[in-house]
Structure formats: structure tokens, C-alpha cells
């Protein structure tokens, strides 16, 4: 996370907020189902988690403390504190001041790219047993876990018709649950971690505005082929766009 050319957004998103506002989402979608209960599990008390002790290894998941467990974790690993915090922030004046140094050594863009999910991967490497898969296969827990409550919830709108509206909305709230593991949590993390990027490169474009036949035969034997043949050339400025959005452990 120490490249001179455009540092780590993920140590911004430790100090600006971004990094708050992803744990509180996360807390407050994952809390949604429990807070209004369920009529297909086992006894709900809000605040203080889902007791699920069929299901192994999790036995009793405290839902509105997974996020920012996970967070913490994953923050305090990184040791995002301190002046290294605030040499690593594009834009900081250690990242301005590298980058402005001249070198006969190429600047290197890294893209660290990883397949989906890219926060449970990380999670699970940096916390959960030193393994990919361990993260990874508590999130699909999880989610299996609230989506059992959104199937449930969906059958009984219809069993108890009179009361659909009231299941289809409590249906909803887990749904924000599960949907914030399998989708919103590597959503907002790939923006915690700066994993999309929109790389800008000034260049250009030529155009050539004589024949084939000029271009090639005639020019081709005069004593100055190449000088012959800017003649023919019209030279664009332009500008290009590189756009890096698949999930990524982040961007140096």
C-alpha cells in the first residue's frame, strides 16, 4: 500500500468517514431483519443477536456487530494510524512529492486483482484462520441464514393471507440483511478500498489524408519516404480513459 505514484484509498476511507458510513450500513442492513422479528425461527431479542445453534461453526451470530468486527479487524491489520496513515492518502504530500520525482525507473500502476467476493476474502485472510475460503464461507452462512427467514416470511404471506402485506414487509427486511452479504459489503468495500478507478492519459491520434497509392507507391521512391509522407499525416490530440471497476484488493 506504499506506491509513490498514487498511494491507498483505503487509508483515506480510514479518516474521512467513507469507512464509517460502509460499517454503519452494514450494521444497520443486517440488524433490519432482526428488529422486526420473524414467524419461521428461533426466538429474535433486537440488539442482541440471532441464536442459530444448528448451524456450525457460528453457533450464535451477533448480527449488529459483524460489520464493524470485521472492520476493526481488517483496519487494525493494516495499522491505519498514525503518519504511515497519512504518507499513504493520494494527494498527501509524501504521494505528491514521490511522484514528482524525476527517475529513469518506470512508475508502475498495481492493480491487485481478485475474484468475488473480495471482502470476505480479504476478511478471511487477514482474520479468520489465515484462509480465503473461511471468510468466504461465513458470509454464504450468513446470508443462507437470512435467507431462510426471506423464504419463510414469503410462505407465510400466503398461508396467512390477510396479514401478506405485513410478511412481505418483514420478507423485505431480512432481505437487506442477506442482500448486504452477497452483494452491498464487497460493493462498499471496493469503495473503501479504492478498488475502481478511471486512469486519464493524454496522447494522440493521426490521420492520414492521401491515398494508398500516394502514400505508399509515390512516396516510396522519393529520396525521403518518411518526410514525404507527414505530408500526408494530420496529428489529433486526445485523451484516454482507462476504467478499472472488476473487484480488486485496490489500486497503487
Request: aromatic residues 14%.
Amino acid at each position: 500500500m506504499g506506491s509513490p505514484l498514487r498511494g491507498a484509498q483505503i487509508s483515506t476511507s480510514a479518516s474521512d468517514g467513507t469507512n464509517t458510513a460502509f460499517v454503519g450500513s452494514g450494521r444497520d442492513k443486517m440488524m433490519a431483519g432482526p428488529n422486526v422479528g420473524s414467524a419461521v425461527s428461533p426466538p429474535i431479542w433486537p440488539g442482541l443477536g440471532l441464536e442459530f445453534s444448528f448451524i456450525q461453526p457460528l453457533a450464535t451470530l451477533y448480527s449488529n456487530s459483524i460489520a464493524e468486527w470485521a472492520n476493526n479487524r481488517l483496519m487494525s491489520k493494516f495499522g491505519l494510524s498514525g503518519q504511515t496513515a497519512e504518507d499513504l492518502k493520494p494527494g498527501s504530500n509524501y504521494q505528491n512529492t514521490r511522484a514528482g520525482q524525476t527517475s529513469y525507473v518506470p512508475k508502475i500502476l498495481i492493480w491487485g486483482s481478485e475474484n468475488y467476493p473480495i471482502l470476505w476474502k480479504v476478511l478471511g485472510t487477514y482474520v479468520i484462520g489465515d484462509s480465503e475460503t473461511n471468510g468466504v464461507n461465513l458470509a454464504s452462512d450468513i446470508a443462507d441464514l437470512y435467507n431462510l427467514m426471506v423464504n419463510g416470511e414469503e410462505f407465510q404471506s400466503w398461508v396467512n393471507f390477510p396479514f401478506h402485506g405485513f410478511h412481505q414487509w418483514r420478507k423485505g427486511k431480512w432481505e437487506e440483511g442477506r442482500n448486504w452479504m452477497n452483494t452491498d459489503s464487497n460493493t462498499g468495500w471496493q469503495q473503501v478500498i479504492g478498488a475502481t478507478w478511471v486512469e486519464t492519459i493524454n496522447g494522440t491520434y493521426w490521420e492520414n489524408t492521401c491515398s494508398e497509392e500516394y502514400y505508399y507507391t509515390y512516396c516510396d521512391t522519393q529520396p525521403d519516404p518518411a518526410q514525404c509522407r507527414s505530408y500526408c499525416i494530420l496529428t489529433y490530440p486526445t485523451v484516454y480513459y482507462i476504467t478499472m471497476t472488476n473487484p480488486a484488493m485496490g489500486l497503487l
